[in-house]
Nanobody, 124 residues
């Protein structure tokens, strides 16, 4: 399984970024897709997840600002991040879990596969 994330960069606080992830080596429709992030000096945390049917789940601090979507035909998942804050600075990782259902368990549990991350830096 390969998960290739892109779209990170430097953005000013209040701005937006769109991350993308392309998956290969898996039957995309069998997998919940998601994003995690890890800020400097902090543990990795769940950001958002989406099932094949389009059900979503977000960490509370992100749900009003971030939007996750997927294109099953292109085997891609996106994370639209708006109203970015300096505390959103982190390495963002695309992830995939062999599951049909997305839910709050991802707040405490990792997914089966995780790609190399893409760095998002939000400047003040």
């Amino acid at each position: 399984v390969q998960l290739q994330a892109s779209g990170g960069g430097v953005v000013q606080a209040g701005g937006s970024l769109r991350l993308s992830c392309t998956a290969s080596g898996l039957t995309f429709s069998y997998y919940v897709m998601g994003w995690f992030r890890q800020a400097p000096g902090k543990q990795r945390e769940f950001v958002a997840g989406i099932s094949n049917e389009g059900s979503t789940y977000y960490a509370d601090s992100m749900k009003d600002r971030f939007n996750i979507s997927r294109d099953n035909a292109k085997k891609t998942v996106h994370l639209q991040m708006n109203s970015l804050k300096t505390e959103d600075t982190a390495v963002y990782y695309c992830a995939a879990d062999n599951s049909r259902v997305v839910g709050p368990w991802y707040l405490k549990h990792d997914m089966d596969h995780r790609g190399k991350g893409t760095l998002v830096t939000v400047s003040s």
